[in-house]
């Protein structure tokens, strides 16, 4: 059970004890939207990040969430990808793959991975395609306000520095309002090339989740949650603001550790 639930600015906050705690509730939640969105739709299009993240899921493969979720209805992507062979330890396919894939029985041509064997232009481009196909026959809705994809669910972490998918504080791709799919070449974080979902298709999905665990991204939790320094130059993760759909963050006690006037009490 959550140790505080609030909605604060049009996002909810979810506060664990420990990643346990976080990753049972995450799970259940995933799976409900996976039932909503099947029995709305036929099919559950959720996109994912990579670290941690994939850990925090990886109760979707156990009982009782194997036999009950419909993962024959699930079509499967990346917010963002480290733009390296599909078998290399920065592949965040591969860490799905083990963590989570392998062990569920989701329909391989379900899951839409990017082409590794180009640049990261044309992996970003080609990406896309795919994307965009999948919208013309609505295997991913579109957003009724604008062109953009509107997956089902978007799964993100944040880093320490407040960047979201491959989406990192005071770069150009920030302000991409066209592309649906980009490219950087230059991540601070190493590998430095990957493909990224821009703001606008992130912002345009009809559930982000947020997960965000251990002491060392408190400042960043503390900076977007509290929106601490309005002035300053946004962070990644302040950007993200579905236009109509579910925000939610999922948070363990450690990240919102230094959150404004949190008080941990079920």
């Known amino acids: 059970m959550a140790l505080c639930g609030a909605k604060k600015d049009g996002r909810e906050l979810k506060i664990y004890e420990n990643t346990d705690e976080l990753s049972t509730d995450l799970a259940d939640y995933i799976a409900e939207l996976s039932e909503n969105s099947v029995k709305e739709r036929g099919v559950f299009a959720i996109a994912l990040s990579g670290g941690s993240l994939i850990s925090l899921i990886c109760k ?11 993962w ?9 990808e480290r733009v390296v062979a599909k078998s290399h330890a920065d592949s965040n396919y591969k860490l799905a793959k083990d963590g989570i894939l392998s062990k569920v029985p989701v329909i391989p041509s379900h899951v839409h991975s990017i082409n590794d064997t180009v640049s990261a232009e044309k992996a970003a481009e080609d990406y896309e395609f795919v994307i965009r196909q999948l919208v013309r026959t609505r295997v991913i809705n579109v957003s009724d306000i604008c062109d953009c994809p509107k ?3 978007i799964l993100l972490g944040m880093g320490p520095d407040g960047h979201v998918a491959s989406l990192f504080p005071g770069h150009s791709v920030l302000d991409e309002k066209e592309l649906w799919v980009t490219f950087i070449t230059d991540s601070p974080k190493p590998p430095p090339e990957r493909i990224t979902f821009t703001l606008p298709v992130i912002n345009s999905a009809s559930n982000v989740a947020v ?3 251990g002491g060392s991204k408190a400042d ?4 977007v949650v509290d929106d601490v320094e309005p002035d300053h130059p946004s962070l990644p993760a302040k950007l993200v603001q579905p236009t ?9 006690k450690a990240a919102a550790s230094k959150l404004d006037g949190t008080k941990f009490s079920e």
């Open 72 to 80: 024959a209805k699930w079509y499967i992507f990346w917010a963002d």
């Open 151 to 153: 997956f089902d669910l």
């Open 220 to 223: 960043a939790v503390h900076l």
């Open 211 to 213: 997960v965000v665990t």
């Open 60 to 70: 979707l493969c156990e009982a009782p969430y194997n036999k009950t979720v419909d």
């Open 244 to 252: 109509k759909g579910n925000l939610v963050w999922f948070l363990d």
